[in-house]
């Protein structure tokens, strides 16, 4: 009976250290700090800039990877002529300063050879690893309206290097592809990809979905799902139900970042029209125990679109989404987001990546 007594209080107490209880996870908080408006905010005059994913290098600087296009196509060519590139810092909050281009475009031949879009950046078995969504079309800049072709063509990618620097090695095919089955969440398209390594050691995957339930040529449902792999280049084996999803909205969720934390899954997605949080277009904290079943956190909201500058000023956009986080020594130090001030995207405007510390 002792030995047994034992062996309870020794799981109990590993499971304190190590792991967290749902309600704990249930009650965890993400705060954000003031922004310093001179260190962490990146930008370029030429170029839209969006989606930021940070990563500490062996080099002790910090490298962040990101989308641009030029301005000259206008917002909505995003779709069709965005490219990723790499900036470094001495600080996690910047200032950052471009350094290369990581993915040039490389032909209408291959199926990224156009458009690379949204990276997530991580450190798995000793190389870097950088997933994205591609496509390729016809190549036209349709400038005032989003390029249906390229659209549905996105796929997931991921590209791998022994340094932050490059050169990174590309595929032939995606590491997740469309499902042949025309009543699959993801027959049509996916984009988005989010990453994390499992207690396992295996590797979960989240992902935005299209399917073409709905008819026309934008297809739908909007959902997310999730796919785990022995490898961090896969194969994927996808999971059938969707999450991030509420009955009443074909589109509720978008730009999921995931990652493992004292034993508990966690999300920040953006809430499209407030269906998680109750205030409009958000962001949102959710959490799960499996990586399969997430629910949102009892205080979910983590920002509405604005920035608090340590100024004391505030200032108010249209979106503050893409989130990605820095984490270092197993927990969050910087929310990264993509941020503009546009309503109408088929309009000129801006935009910009914020680096917001947490508390």
């Known amino acids: 009976m002792k030995k047994l007594f034992i062996f309870i209080l020794t799981v109990c107490s590993s499971l304190f250290i190590h792991g967290q209880n749902k309600d704990g996870a249930a009650k965890y908080r993400l705060t954000l700090l003031p922004v310093d408006d001179k260190c962490s905010v990146f930008q370029d005059e030429d170029y839209y800039t969006w989606g930021g994913s940070p990563i500490k290098g062996e080099d002790g600087l910090y490298h962040l990877y990101y989308s ?14 965005s490219e990723i590139a790499h900036a470094i810092s001495e600080n996690s909050i910047g200032p950052y300063k471009f350094h290369d281009l990581a993915f040039p475009a490389r032909g209408a031949q291959y199926w990224d050879g156009l458009n690379t879009h949204n990276p997530t950046i991580h450190y798995f078995e000793g190389k870097y690893y950088l997933y ?70 295996r590797y979960l995957m989240v992902y935005k979905a299209v399917g073409k339930k709905v008819l026309g040529i934008w297809g739908g449902p909007v959902v997310h799902l999730c796919a785990i792999s022995e490898s961090p280049v896969g194969p994927f084996e996808k999971l059938e139900h969707p999450i991030f999803t509420v009955k009443e909205s074909s589109f509720p969720a978008e730009d999921p970042y995931i990652w493992l934390q004292d034993g508990c899954y966690y999300a920040i997605v953006k809430d499209m029209h407030g269906a998680f949080t109750s205030a409009g277009r958000s962001l949102a ?36 989404e893409r989130p990605q986080l820095l984490i270092e020594n197993g927990k969050p130090t910087v929310l990264f987001l993509a941020a503009d001030d546009m309503e109408d995207y088929t309009q000129e405007g801006r935009s910009f990546n914020v680096h917001i510390p947490l508390k």
């Open 68 to 81: 641009r296009w030029k301005k000259e196509y206008g917002f909505l060519a995003w779709v069709t002529h």
């Open 132 to 201: 994205y969504t591609g496509n390729t079309g016809d190549g036209k800049n349709m400038k005032h309206q989003l390029n249906a072709s390229h659209r549905n063509q996105q796929r997931l990618g991921v590209a791998v290097s022994d340094s932050p620097y490059g050169p990174w090695k590309r595929f032939d095919r995606p590491v997740i592809d469309v499902s042949s089955d025309s009543n699959a969440y993801d027959a049509l398209m996916m984009a988005n990809p989010s990453i994390t390594q499992m207690p396992d050691g």
């Open 285 to 320: 904290l959710f959490y799960s125990m499996d990586g399969k079943d997430w629910n949102p956190t009892e205080n979910p909201l983590i920002s509405i679109p604005e920035i608090h500058w340590k100024n004391g000023k505030t200032t108010k956009l249209t979106h503050l």
